[in-house]
């Protein structure tokens, strides 16, 4: 068994109405240390207002030598982007 | 108190003491700067010694300011001797194992805690300030170093072991924290600050609560190592000053 403590995936959300994003990883032997260390390594210049952590085992990834079926299909339709309609400016930010 | 020459020396004193031990604290912290056991703990360890230079910073320009003299926080950081100095023992003793400043942490931090919470009410208005805007800072190293003793007293055999003996090693030099002298009682007396020793009911019920969770037992002994805050040092004060104020003392004014 490795002694390596277990790679977190580490998720800040940058202000209030944003989404979490992903902004990279750790080693931390559980959640509560993740938390702590992703304050440590990540926050330090004020980059957020919440924190998630998830085990990098958890996430299931797409298969990289998939990506022509599953991506290429969507090049050619541009008819998917709802870029034909105008935004009105009250709208806001989509 | 600023105006009267007698109440000033107590409040440059006091101010020095604060200011000391956060700055000998913190070069200590720093001396782990790429050593530590693992990056994320590597890069929390410069953070908390960040932090702990910058309290150092707020509590000695306050200090130059009170003394008078045109001394600034740079003048008091690296232009004293060790005899001038007043920080804690507990600041200066070598950084030892990653489970001995751990240890050695944690006891300053919940003293730290304690001691800033009852300044918030202080009658200087610069001291409740200082005192908020660290206190916020305290109350992080706080939780997280009383984290880490519980996983490391509670942890392997090997590790409990190491934290035991860091425990007895540092344990006389917390009496110092109570010791109350002439400066403390002038500084309570003029609604400035409080009695040192009356925070030590609340410490030894906080570290006592912590280290029961850490299954590590408070050394029975009542032997006391004091004098740091009196300008009375251990040896390792010397050497300390010696490599941080190597820049300043060899290439005076230097600057970038």
Known sequence: MS????????????????????VGSLHAPDAEMALKNARD??????????????????????????KDSLFEPSVDKVYRH????????????? | MQNDPIARDYLFEWLLRRGDSALIMGH??????????????????????????????LWLSYAGAVEGRGRGEDDLAFLRDAWDFRNLLLAEQPNGDFGKTLMRHFLYDAHQVLLLEKLLSSRDERIC?????????????????????????????????????ALESLWPYTSEFFETDETDRAMAEA????LPETLKEDWSEMVGSVLDAATL???????????????????????????????QRAYPGAAW
């Not at chain 1, 002694?3 to 992903?22: A, D, M, S, T």
């Not at chain 1, 709802?82 to 989509?94: A, L, T, W």
């Not at chain 2, 190293?141 to 519980?150: K, N, Y």
């Open chain 2, 28 to 57: 200590r912290m720093s001396e782990w700067c790429g050593h530590a056991p693992v990056l994320e703990e590597d890069i929390a360890l410069a953070n908390i010694a960040l932090d702990l230079i910058g309290q150092a910073r």
């Open chain 2, 129 to 165: 300030e200082i005192s908020e805007k660290t206190l916020k800072e305290v109350r992080y190293h706080a939780e997280r170093s009383a984290d880490l003793v519980v996983r490391l007293g509670d942890g392997t055999q090997e590790s409990h072991q190491r934290m035991q003996a």
């Open chain 1, 82 to 94: 709802p870029s034909f309609f105008k935004i009105p400016d009250e709208v806001g930010k989509m």
């Open chain 1, 3 to 22: 002694k390596e403590w277990p790679l977190w995936e580490v998720f800040i959300r940058g202000q209030h109405g944003l989404n979490h994003r992903h």
């Open chain 1, 41 to 66: 390594v990540y926050t330090r210049r004020k980059e957020g207002v919440s924190i998630w952590v998830v085990p990098s085992a958890q996430i299931s990834a797409s298969d990289p030598g998939d």
């Open chain 2, 217 to 247: 037992i408070v050394p029975k002994t009542g032997f006391a190592r004091t004098g740091g805050t009196t300008g009375r040092h251990s040896e390792h004060l010397g050497h300390l000053l010696a490599d941080m104020q190597f820049l």
């Open chain 2, 191 to 194: 609604g400035l600050a409080v």
